[in-house]
C-alpha cells in the first residue's frame, strides 16, 4: 500500500466516483475494515461489516473502479484466493470543478471516440477477412470483434448514424489507390481493390468528387485530380 493516492484533475471520472464511494456509509465501513486488517477476502470483509456477501462485491467493485481498492489472488491450502486491500490510506483529490460539473459532456465524448475506435477496428478486420459488407450486422460484430452484444448494437448505431466517419476513414485508402494505379475503371475495380461493397466504394467516389480529390471522366474511369 502507497502512502498517498493522488488523483490529476484531468480524470474527472475517478474525482465523482471517489466522492460518490466517500459519500456511502457501508463503502466507508469496508474502508475502515481494510484501513484496520490489510488485506482481507470478500467473505471476511461482509462478515466484519455486517453485510450479505453479494452486498460486500457490489461495493468492493465500485471501490475498485474508484481505485481505491486492489485485488490480489493469494495461494492458500492448495486454492486460489482473492485478497482485497487498499491502494493508498491517503488520497490527493485534484478538482477541476469546469470538468466536473461538465463531466456527462466529458464522458459522452470518451464514448464517441470510443465507438469511432471499435468501429474502425471492425471495418479493419473485415476487410482483411473478406470485404466490408453492406449490411452491418450486430452477430457479425460480436463474431468478428469478440465483444458483448449491447457494445456490438452501440458500434451498429455508430456506424449507420455516423456514416460519413466511415466514409472518411475509408477516403484515405481509397484516394492512394487511386493514385498508386493512376487511373480505376469504375466503381466494381475500386470495390474490389479496397474489399468492400461497391455501396461503400461509390459514396467514397462521390466524396472524393466533391473534395476534388478525383475526377471522374466521361468513360466513367476515376482519375486523381
Known amino acids: 500500500m502507497s502512502d498517498?493516492?493522488?488523483?490529476?484533475?484531468?480524470?474527472?471520472?475517478?474525482?465523482?466516483?471517489?466522492?460518490?464511494?466517500?459519500n456511502s456509509g457501508p463503502k466507508l465501513s469496508i474502508i475502515k475494515v481494510l484501513l484496520?486488517?490489510?488485506?482481507?477476502?470478500?467473505k471476511e470483509i461482509a462478515e466484519k461489516v455486517n453485510i450479505k456477501l453479494p452486498t460486500a462485491l457490489s461495493h468492493l467493485s465500485d471501490l475498485i473502479k474508484a481505485g481505491l481498492v486492489k485485488v490480489d489472488i493469494v495461494e492458500s491450502g492448495g486454492r486460489s484466493i482473492k485478497k482485497?486491500?487498499?491502494?493508498?490510506?491517503?488520497?490527493?483529490?485534484?478538482?477541476?470543478?469546469?470538468?466536473?460539473?461538465?463531466?456527462?459532456?466529458?464522458?459522452?465524448?470518451?464514448?464517441?471516440?470510443?465507438l469511432e475506435y471499435l468501429a474502425i477496428c471492425y471495418i479493419d478486420t473485415k476487410r482483411k477477412?473478406?470485404?466490408l459488407p453492406l449490411t452491418i450486422s450486430v452477430r457479425d460484430i460480436v463474431r468478428t470483434l469478440g465483444i458483448d452484444t449491447n457494445t456490438a448494437i452501440e458500434i451498429a448505431d455508430?456506424?449507420?448514424?455516423?456514416?460519413?466517419?466511415?466514409?472518411?476513414?475509408l477516403c484515405r485508402d481509397a484516394l492512394e489507390i487511386i493514385r498508386s494505379k493512376?487511373?480505376?475503371?469504375?466503381?466494381?475495380?475500386?470495390?474490389?481493390?479496397?474489399?468492400?461493397?461497391?455501396?461503400?466504394?461509390?459514396?467514397v467516389i462521390q466524396a472524393l468528387n466533391s473534395r476534388g480529390l478525383i475526377r471522374i471522366?466521361?468513360?466513367?474511369?476515376?482519375?486523381?485530380s
Not at 498517498?4 to 466516483?17: G, N
Not at 471522366?217 to 486523381?224: A, N
Request: net charge negative; glycine share 2%.
Open 4 to 22: 498517498k493516492l493522488v488523483i490529476p484533475e484531468d480524470r474527472p471520472l475517478i474525482v465523482r466516483r471517489i466522492l460518490d464511494v466517500l
Open 36 to 42: 484496520d486488517h490489510g488485506s482481507l477476502s470478500a
Open 84 to 114: 482485497y486491500s487498499l491502494t493508498a490510506r491517503k488520497i490527493a483529490l485534484n478538482i477541476d470543478l469546469d470538468l466536473l460539473t461538465h463531466l456527462d459532456e466529458y464522458l459522452r465524448e470518451e464514448k464517441f471516440r470510443e
Open 129 to 131: 477477412e473478406k470485404e
Open 158 to 169: 455508430f456506424i449507420n448514424t455516423h456514416t460519413e466517419k466511415v466514409i472518411d476513414y
Open 182 to 203: 493512376g487511373k480505376i475503371r469504375d466503381v466494381k475495380e475500386l470495390a474490389t481493390a479496397m474489399k468492400v461493397h461497391q455501396y461503400w466504394a461509390a459514396l
Open 217 to 224: 471522366l466521361e468513360s466513367g474511369e476515376i482519375v486523381p
